[in-house]
């Protein structure tokens, strides 16, 4: 049970883990698990579960009923959780607490792999 949505936590293949994300695809998974695993966190990644199917309309009196149709296929996801369950996202970002491999701080933007490379070494509320 979360406190919140920004701090959720589940059994991931029988281990308590704090979410990271849900239903990322694969390669974001392999982003995920490097940098998590450089800080020093052991990641557990498991499928995400099937989307439930709609159960299917009721004919009409007199009808035949149709044949259901075939269920959509089930895109690849994953979710990523760390063994850490007290592990947050947005404290571990905000908070500076993440480092990429080459010593820079883990930005917002690049947790987001919108930059490629990590640049900002100033917080962003000493500004000007």
């Known amino acids: 049970m979360a ?9 991931l293949d029988g281990v308590k883990c704090g ?7 694969p390669e974001r998974v392999a982003f995920l698990k490097n940098l998590l695993e450089y800080n020093g966190y052991t990641v557990v990644a498991v499928p995400s579960p099937a989307p439930k199917a709609m ?17 959509p ?7 990523v959780g760390v063994t850490d369950y007290t ?9 500076r607490m993440l480092k990429t491999k080459d010593g820079h701080i883990v930005t917002m ?4 792999q ?10 962003y509320y000493e500004h000007k």
Do not use: M, Q, R
Request: aromatic letters at 10%.
């Open 19 to 25: 979410i990271v994300e849900k239903n990322v695809k």
């Open 87 to 95: 592990f947050n996202t947005t404290n571990a970002i905000y908070g």
């Open 3 to 11: 406190l919140n949505k920004n701090h959720e936590f589940e059994e």
């Open 55 to 71: 159960p299917a309309p009721k004919p009409a009196d007199g009808e035949a009923a149709a044949p259901p149709p075939p269920p």
């Open 73 to 79: 296929p089930t895109p690849e996801t994953f979710t």
């Open 109 to 112: 933007a690049y947790w987001l």
């Open 114 to 123: 919108k930059e490629a490379v990590s640049h900002d070494e100033i917080p």
